[in-house]
């Protein structure tokens, strides 16, 4: 017989919904608002299987479309279906509750069933970003012992290192047949099989991402069942009080960021309302991006500031070329700034809220129509306690410039840097956890972002170590060499800009540069390469070796702005 077995523990009945308290101010909503984790909480259970459990398996959960123009609507009765086959497939290949499945995915459909299947057995699904290149794969791989890889069949290095790699017992390949090896095919694996669920506690580990630092390789941010639970109030309010009637969803973000799965698939599932899932493997298109809302009557995205910006420039006004049926836009990831959601509230004739969190503790502060501040963050989610503190940890008064911070416990927050308890204990002080940004909190409580407090480089709303790009630019075979840092852009907000040195008798040519930019992009991640590359014969340094990225800042600065922090 098909299907899961369910513990009692998991309740048929929404855990978090904002919609219950009446509230006609931030303040009253932010008093009455109260939590309600409970103890035993499956994130596979609530955006897969709740839907057939209150008779709503025939409502759309996804509907698809790539850049070829291939096209499907999956229901939920279909997603559990699949889902509960992928469970028992992975089970007999050994996973067990703990354990790290891989899932290196463009947009679609088996995202939701992979990440669904993991979640059910107690197992921890590790997303990867599919801009994310080999080199960086193979990191996370490595680093998190996955025992599965889930990958698009497109992906041949890919599946290539999954395959050398000893801790690893299935691949599961999409889109193409099996070549051997560890090799199964996903869509043979996922049409038919049953299995026992795990029962997890709220507090249990269940997703895993990888984020840069300013320091050392990229850093596994784990995070428990509950903390879809605590994106929901956030996700409600920039939503505009989602979900309505006849809501559509969709974000232009990739489905392996926390920015996408967070901020709009896995909240949106959680009520029981759709998805778009567009899969793109070129470059953002401000065309196809309003083309895909128009068509499937999108009522609510989430729109990087990146994106915005291109369509501004493509098209100033949208309505006129498109019938775009928007009644929300939420935008974050970097700073959008005034003028932008100005404009974005104008010409979709929508409410625009931007947002604010990181990976390891998303989704804190949030605009509304009904307090909205446009330039700011917004301020402190219903449930959230987000505060501007000092080095210490100690709360600053207002309009005072400090760290912006998230006391703790929080239902969001992750459980800590994955096997790196030294990371996870330098980002928390007095029972505050850092986010790592500059920012003030104003007399009305609004948050206001002042820049970056170490080297992390924010590119369309993607968190870049500089030390990583640097390693792979060091790679290539002409390079001494080599120092990066963000530089502001009038479409994309911020770009990598590389200073490289070259080594003894190599001569820099803008040929030379492209290949660099080429070789970033295929080994590390298609935002990360950097935009600019400039040769240069020495890069600043102190007496005991370290690089100053500072000195760098300071010198574009000279020439015109550089992104703050």
């Given at each position: 017989m098909n299907g899961i077995k369910y513990p009692k523990a998991y309740s048929d009945r929404l855990e978090i919904d904002i919609r219950n308290f009446s509230f006609n101010s931030y303040e009253d909503i932010y008093r009455k608002f109260i939590w309600n984790i409970p103890k035993y909480f499956n994130i596979g259970y609530a955006i897969t299987d709740r839907a057939i459990a209150l008779g709503r398996g025939e409502?759309?959960?996804?509907?698809?479309?790539?850049?070829?123009?291939r096209r499907e609507v999956v229901r939920f009765s279909e997603l559990k279906t699949r889902s509960d086959a992928f469970a028992r497939s992975l089970l007999d290949n050994g996973v067990r509750k703990g354990d790290v499945v891989g899932v290196y995915l463009y947009p679609g459909p088996e995202v939701v069933i992979a990440l669904s299947a993991i979640y059910k057995i107690g197992a921890i699904a590790l997303s990867i970003s599919p801009l994310i290149g080999t080199e960086g794969v193979e990191y996370r791989l490595k680093h998190s012992e996955a025992k599965a890889f889930?990958?698009?069949?497109?992906?041949?290095?890919?599946?290539?290192i999954a395959n050398r790699l000893n801790t690893i017992r299935a691949i599961y390949v999409v889109g193409s047949e099996p070549s051997g090896g560890k090799e199964l095919s996903f869509e043979d694996q996922t049409k038919a099989g049953s299995a026992e669920i795990a029962e997890t506690e709220s507090?249990?580990?269940?997703?895993?991402?990888?984020?840069?630092?300013?320091?050392?390789?990229?850093?596994?941010?784990?995070?428990?069942?509950?903390?879809?639970?605590?994106?929901?109030p956030t996700y409600q309010l920039y939503f505009e009080m989602a979900p309505r009637d006849g809501d559509v969803y969709w974000t232009n973000a990739d489905w392996g960021w926390i920015g996408a799965l967070g901020d709009v698939v896995l909240p949106s599932l959680y009520f029981g309302m759709p998805v778009v899932a567009y899969r793109r493997t070129s470059g953002f298109s401000a065309r196809r991006a309003l083309e895909v809302m128009s068509q499937y009557g999108v009522t609510a995205a989430f729109i990087t500031p990146t994106a915005l910006r291109i369509i501004r420039r493509e098209y100033p006004e949208p309505l006129k070329d498109f019938d775009i049926k928007l009644r929300a836009l939420s935008t974050a990831g970097e700073s959008p700034g005034r003028e932008l959601v100005l404009w974005a509230s104008e010409a979709f004739?929508?409410?625009?809220?931007?947002?604010?969190?990181?990976?390891e503790t998303n989704l804190v502060v949030t605009n509304n129509s009904i307090w909205a501040k446009p330039g700011s963050l917004g301020k402190p989610a219903p449930g959230h306690i987000v505060e501007v503190v000092d080095d210490k940890g100690n709360p600053l008064p207002p309009n005072a410039e400090g760290w912006i911070a998230v006391k703790l416990p929080d239902p969001v927050a992750f459980l800590g840097y994955f096997k790196n308890p030294e990371a996870t204990a330098a980002k928390i002080?007095?029972?505050?956890?850092?986010?790592g940004d500059m920012g003030l909190k104003d007399a009305e409580g609004y948050l206001w972002f002042k820049g970056r407090g170490d080297d992390v480089i924010k590119v369309s709303g993607y968190r870049i170590g500089p030390e990583e790009i640097e390693e792979v630019i060091t790679k290539h075979p002409a390079v001494l060499e080599a120092a990066v840092i963000g530089k502001p852009d009038p479409v994309r907000g911020t770009i990598v800009k590389a200073f490289v040195v070259l080594k003894p008798g190599i001569e820099p040519s803008d040929i030379l540069a492209r290949e660099i930019q080429e070789f970033v992009k295929t080994r590390l991640a298609a935002y990360a390469y950097p935009r600019e590359v400039e040769f240069v014969d020495q890069l600043p340094r102190t007496e005991t070796g370290k690089l100053k990225r500072y000195e760098l800042r300071r010198r574009e600065l000279e020439r015109g702005n550089v992104q703050s922090g």
């Open positions: 409502n759309v959960a996804i509907y698809y479309e790539d850049d070829e123009g889930v990958t698009d069949g497109t992906k041949k290095e890919a599946i290539s507090d249990e580990p269940a997703q895993l991402f990888y984020t840069s630092g300013s320091t050392g390789p990229p850093k596994g941010v784990l995070h428990a069942h509950r903390f879809l639970l605590g994106h929901i004739k929508a409410s625009v809220n931007e947002f604010y969190g990181c990976t002080k007095n029972g505050w956890f850092l986010i």
